[in-house]
Each structure stands twice: as structure tokens, then as C-alpha cells.
């Protein structure tokens, strides 16, 4: 994975303006893997795929995460502060291809989501919909007492251990925030999407950005490719005297 420059985050941020989560997710992945084709990335797991774009943000702006949240409880606004290296779950040794699991007296093989799985359930809107569409696209075969079995027919218990059997081997696509508020001591887990949250992290990078091009270029005639290939220090530097 390469460090990807200002000019090139402007350009994805550009073309993700207008794209869905899912392909925005790949935009961001393809930038910082450009010699791996876009339909070898979509096929990462979530997880794989979410690890990478974690590495991204570190190497675009840096370890520390900031964030605000509201008690469930209470809805006192909590500041939360951590690192990129809390965010990170511990991988399988090895990734699988495919999965076996026993679970009351059913043999299911499965594979792990990827982000084509994710664009299928896109528009599907309601949850249990879409659980039950992503588990039939990813069970590859299913018996019980040595008989196939149709995916879809999968009673809840084997669903559940399936669904289960996913986020062991496949941990980064499941991140869970264990919060406590300090006000009435409620606790609760918050789901942690780094591509959602990268994602306005850059779309406020990019405006503020664009503002400081402007300024400049207004200020002294340069073209917003030498700007952005400057060194943001410098570059907030030169704001600072245009400003002051």
C-alpha cells in the first residue's frame, strides 16, 4: 500500500462525491493499491478490505481518531480519543477461502463477504432482508445428516452460527467502540465503520483544502498544482501571512 499524495486525495474525493458507500469504500482502496485491478479489491473480505483502508487513514492523517458520540441513555455528547492501532483486530493466521462449520447437526460451507456481496444488499432496506440475502449469497452449500440443504431454509440457530463463524474469521469487518458515559454510567457498544468515518474526515480535508488553494491563488497568482504539492506546514504558513 502506497501513501497517497494532496493531489491524488483531492482527485478521489472528487470522484467520491457522488458514489455509494460501498464503491466510495473501493475508491479509497484503489487509490492506495493502484497495480491491484478494482475487481480483485472488491473481492477483499470486509474485513481485509477495512484493514487497508485503516492503514490508509494512518498514513493520511496519522495515528490519533477523534470523535463525539451521544449517550444512549442519557444523550450527554461524549469526546472519544484513540488510535488507529485500538481500531485493529487480530487477523487468522491465514485468511480462508471457505469456511466449515458444524452447527446443530447442520455441515455449511461458506465464504466471507466481500464489497460485491455489499452492492448486491444495497438497496435492500430492511435488516433482516438483507442478512438473509448476504447469507445466501455467501453459504456455498449446506446438509444436514448428509442431505443438501437450501441456504435460504437455514434455521435461525445455524444462521446465527454462521453469522458467528464470519466475524471470528473475519474480525476487522465487525469493530465495536465498548463506551461508558461519565454522566450516568450507562455502557453500550457503538459500531466503528472506517470507511464512513474516513470518509467525512476527507470530505472535510478537502473543502478546508480548497479554501486554502484559493486564498493563495487569489493571493499570489499560483496554480493549485504547485499549492497542493507544497508542504502543508509551509503552506499554513503562507495562509497564516495572507490572513494576517
Known sequence: MQTVSASQLIGVWEQSLLQQPVDRAL?????????????VLAGFSVGRRDACLLGLRERTFGQQIAGLVNCQSCGETLQLNFTTADLRAEPPVEAPGEVSLRVSGYEVQFRLPNSKDLMAVARVEDIRAKRQSLLERCVLSAAQDGEERCSAQLPLEVQQGVVEAMAENDPQADVKLALTCPGCKHQWEAAFDIASFFWRELNAWANRLLREVHTLAYAYGWYE???????????????EMVSG
Open 27 to 39: 475508491t479509497f482502496l484503489a487509490a492506495a493499491c493502484p497495480g491491484i485491478p478494482l475487481d
Open 225 to 239: 498544482a504547485d499549492i497542493l504539492a507544497m508542504n502543508p506546514n509551509r503552506r499554513r504558513l503562507y495562509i
